[in-house]
């Protein structure tokens, strides 16, 4: 059994689920379980400076650059960052995940649960044919499988156990931190910049193999709040503002076919999400997607219009609505730094993988990270069909992600960094 497969399934087997509606951070107790495994694990391999935030769950850790006497005068090493959260998506349960192995896969359905008849068909996931002959894990058909992102985590684990194991590969600093919460947006709400110290980074959260993304979506969410006036239905003629359909008239006013099922690629929409209501008062959640800045602020201005409408249509203060940024389209902050997508590709190249660079229909950790300073983008992992029982993951191609790492850093031990912070390839 590989490195990165013994690690994968020790991982994906503590449950790390977390939650949007505890309040907390981390938003989940347990995910701490895996923290503390990974920090015991980066104490033994010998890495430096391990440090565990134990009150918002962060893993940090340092690989120390071995080839500063390579460096031309008056510059460092690069000083190269990996990140992979621990948490697993709150929509399925994470608990007593019995992860399987399928041995060099037939093409055909996979039986997941027998006696449910959950099957993985590729009739149902076309991708799968893909992997025919290779070796996969996949869920018993009650849990997710956790590939999204411990995948992720295992691949930086072997790196970094083969960089400390083998002080001939050069490379400069490594910095290594594992996030909580990234699955409900908070996963670098107490990231420490200072501590991490790197001068770019990469997220490992990607899925199948080739992915490297550098552009995601905009994101905003939206709360609208709807305030009707309760009359009995009797004598209600003239007189009753009912709340529920003050909602349903908002959403029908927004564009039909701006809608998650309607889009691809780089279209964005509006999503709802949530909605409660009785006569009295309604509530609906929307988040707002888009690659295009411009076509992301006027998602937000006929949110706004609409607003508008029903408030001068029905009287002022029927509709609330309280609108907020979550994140924004990384590939402003990559494109000054191009050497990072040019590295990745090379790596993968070198492995002879394709490089896959589509925008994400989402969001990472990295999109935050960049608008934070740190220009961090995302490689795959070698996981599929992430957030359900569906989910599956391939060993040929985790193990392939490894090796594109160890690429990565092994193109950066020629990188230094000058004394005005510019990053130079020697």
């Known amino acids: 059994m590989s490195e990165v497969l013994e690690r994968f399934l020790r991982y994906v087997k503590i449950d790390t689920r977390s939650s949007e509606e505890s309040g907390l951070s981390p938003s989940t107790e347990k ?7 990974l920090y015991e694990e980066l104490q033994e391999l010998g890495a430096s400076d391990v440090f565990y935030d134990k009150e918002h769950c962060y893993v940090y850790a340092k690989i120390p650059a071995n080839n500063a006497d390579k460096m031309p005068e008056g510059t460092r090493p690069i000083s190269l960052g990996f990140v992979s959260h621990m948490d697993t998506s709150p929509e399925v349960t994470g ?11 037939d093409g055909g359905d996979i039986v997941l ?3 449910a008849q959950i099957l993985l068909s590729p009739k149902d996931f076309p991708h799968l044919s893909a992997q025919k002959g290779k070796d996969l894990v996949v869920t018993d058909g009650k849990t997710l499988l956790g590939a999204d992102d411990k995948a992720g985590v295992a691949e930086i684990m072997t790196m ?3 960089l400390l194991s083998d002080d001939t590969l050069p490379h400069g600093d490594i910095r290594i931190c594992f996030t909580p919460d ?7 709400k107490f990231f420490d910049l200072e501590r991490f110290s790197a001068d770019c980074a990469y997220t490992v959260d990607g899925g199948g193999l080739g992915e490297l993304e550098y552009e995601n979506f905009n994101a905003a969410e939206a709360e609208v709040t709807f305030y009707g006036r309760s ?8 007189q009753m503002i009912n709340a529920t359909l003050l909602a349903y008239e908002f959403h029908q006013l927004l564009p039909e076919f701006q809608n998650p099922m309607y889009t691809e690629g780089r279209e964005g929409f509006y999503h709802l999400n949530q909605m409660r209501g009785t006569v009295e008062k309604a509530v609906v959640h929307y988040i707002l997607r888009d690659h295009d800045r411009e076509k992301f602020e006027e998602k937000k201005e006929m949110m706004r219009r609409v607003t508008d409408f029903l408030n001068a249509k029905y009287g002022e203060g029927r509709v ?9 389209n990384m590939i402003e902050k990559i494109l000054p730094h191009m050497h990072l997508i040019e590295t990745a590709r090379e790596a993968m190249q070198a492995e002879g993988v394709t490089p896959i660079e589509t925008p994400i229909r989402g969001g990472t950790d990295g999109a935050m990270l960049s608008y934070k300073g740190l220009p961090c983008p995302n490689l795959c992992t070698g996981g599929y ?23 990565i850093v092994d193109r950066y031990a020629a990188f230094h960094v000058a004394a005005d912070g510019q990053i130079s390839k020697a």
């Open 385 to 407: 069909n992430y957030h359900g029982r569906f989910e599956y993951a391939s060993i040929p191609e985790m193990e392939s992600t490894v090796k594109i790492l160890l690429g």
């Open 31 to 37: 995910q701490h379980d895996l923290a503390k495994l």
């Open 231 to 238: 009359v009995h239905p009797g004598s209600a003629k003239g």
């Open 182 to 188: 990234e699955e409900i947006g908070e996963g670098v």
């Open 160 to 162: 970094a156990k083969t």
């Open 113 to 115: 649960n027998g006696e």
């Open 95 to 105: 608990t007593n995940v019995s992860p399987r192995i399928v041995k060099e896969y």
């Open 320 to 328: 609330e609505l309280n609108m907020a940024d979550v994140y924004y």
